[in-house]
């Protein structure tokens, strides 16, 4: 019989936890040498992104050992080192509208040779889920697209790109998210799909990475009534085990969105949350950017009961912490490929382009989603660089339309929303851009359904990259 400490070390090794703040606390470093499996680091851990490479030593120092590094580097409009600056890769659904998937495949690369530098093992990227709805609040521009073949080529690009570094893929939400009308963040999301829509759609870009040798899959925290009408994906054998492991082939290490996202957190709770996982079949078992030190004690003590009541095996808990060991390998140093270019291509202009006069640049703001938070981001800077006389003026509703529509009077007007089908105040911004004798759109998030009578530029994405190559060609230079 195990000993209640041979299981509180298994049990922290498959616990991925975050923290606060640029400095590791004390907690965390002592947990590392108890066993704990690793770190995923977010944006307020890693200050510009430049020097990351220290932090992901100390933490290794205070283990001892290799342990899993891992974080949320999507390029694009989800970003954690570069938070501070904006993604210095254009995002999914710009890569999906170029569909090349040899530049795919080199933007992930690139992204994990700086992953390598850093000292991170897994990337958990890419996001595999088909953006069916375009109102889904959580997925949106982190998908490569609508369409489930087209998606599928570039996730298994995507992995192919970070695993020839040697950064382990995680792709993710298993069994998708880009259906549903709820962000799993901060309520329960359904997958009202029937199970032939889930094998004609959301399962083909899971199937590809499988295929491609995804080391990772992570599970999402939505119901996906076809499979298993009561529970959630992360704590669903039927999903984890029936169709991921037994149906779908895969090898690797599931993981599991973070334990405090309030569609787990409100309903079974973190520590019983933990357990349920394990017995689903799920392995690395993460929480997010917040100070959990009290999970330290109070999971491994939720696993001995478990262990102790027959409901969990000690052999389960040895095989997930193998799996989840398997990602603390670093990577390999490459020349990074060259990717110069593919943000002016993923630029889609739509109508033609009228030359402006001192434009005025209004910038529709909404709030940003949990994943991607409220990341710096800017049109009118670049454009500025390219055209005399542009001011900027930035808007979070669209009480200000009249006077917008008066101050632009006798210049040009470029008008940038974002998601103006699920934000309804942007409307309005779209009909005085309508209604001006000289003016450009610019839709920087998931294609819009916009008016015909104006010229339109489409990003897909607020990655300074894009944002310039936008610039580029509203100013005429064409990206050249």
């Not at 590791?24 to 690793?38: E, S």
């Amino acid at each position: 019989m195990p000993s209640d400490a041979d299981v509180r070390r298994l049990t922290l090794s498959c616990l991925l936890l975050g923290f606060v703040g640029p400095t590791p606390p004390p907690w965390l470093l002592d947990a590392l040498g108890d066993g704990l499996g690793g770190v995923v680091l977010f944006g307020s851990n890693l200050g510009d992104g430049r020097d990351v490479a220290s932090l992901t030593s100390l933490l290794r120092k205070a283990a001892g050992r290799d342990v899993v590094i891992a974080l949320d580097e999507e390029g694009g409009d989800v970003t954690r080192l570069d938070t501070v600056r904006g993604s210095a890769s254009p995002g999914a659904a710009a890569l999906g509208y170029v569909d090349d998937v040899d530049a795919t495949e080199d933007v992930y690369a690139a992204i994990a040779t700086r992953l390598v530098e850093a000292g991170i093992t897994v990337n958990l990227a890419p996001v595999a889920d088909v953006n069916v709805d375009p109102n889904n609040p959580v997925i949106g521009v982190r998908s490569f697209g609508a369409d489930g073949a087209l998606v599928a080529r570039h996730v298994a690009a995507a992995v192919r790109g970070l695993q020839r570094v040697g950064v382990a893929a995680c792709a993710k939400h298993f069994p998708g998210h880009g259906a549903t009308s709820a962000d799993s963040h901060h309520e329960v999301a359904t997958l009202n799909r029937s199970l032939r829509d889930l094998e004609d759609v959301e399962l083909p870009p899971f199937s590809a990475a499988i295929a491609a040798g995804t080391r990772a899959v992570m599970t999402g925290h939505l119901i996906a009534p076809a499979l298993d009408a009561e529970n959630l994906a992360t704590v669903s054998y039927a999903v984890t085990t029936g169709l991921l492991r037994e149906r779908l082939g895969f090898g690797g290490t599931v993981m599991t969105d973070a334990l405090e996202m309030r569609a787990l957190a409100d309903t079974l709770g973190m520590e019983r949350g933990f357990v349920a996982a394990l017995l689903a079949g799920a392995d690395a078992i993460e929480t997010g950017a917040l100070d959990y030190p009290y999970l330290i004690d109070a999971i491994p003590a939720a696993v001995v009961k478990a262990i102790e009541s027959g409901e969990l095996t000690y052999v389960r808990l040895e095989d997930a912490a193998r799996r989840t060991a398997e990602l603390a390998s670093p990577g390999k140093d490459v020349v990074p490929p060259v990717v110069d270019g593919i943000a002016a291509r993923c630029v889609e202009v739509v109508g033609e382009l009228p030359p402006l006069t001192s434009p005025l640049v209004v910038e529709a703001r909404p709030p940003g989603g949990m994943a991607s938070g409220d990341l710096p981001w800017s049109l009118a800077r670049p454009l500025a660089a390219r055209i005399a006389g542009v001011e900027e003026r930035a808007v979070e509703d669209g009480m200000q339309a009249a006077e917008i529509a008066a101050h632009a009077s006798g210049r040009s007007l470029v008008v940038v929303v974002r998601d103006p089908h699920r934000h309804q105040w942007q409307r309005a911004l779209v009909d005085v851009a309508r209604a001006h004798a000289s003016a450009v759109i610019v839709d920087v998030g998931w294609p819009a359904d916009l008016p015909p009578g104006v010229a339109i530029v489409r990003t897909r994405g607020v990655a300074p990259g894009l944002l310039q190559a936008a610039a580029d060609r509203i100013a005429g230079r064409m990206g050249s």
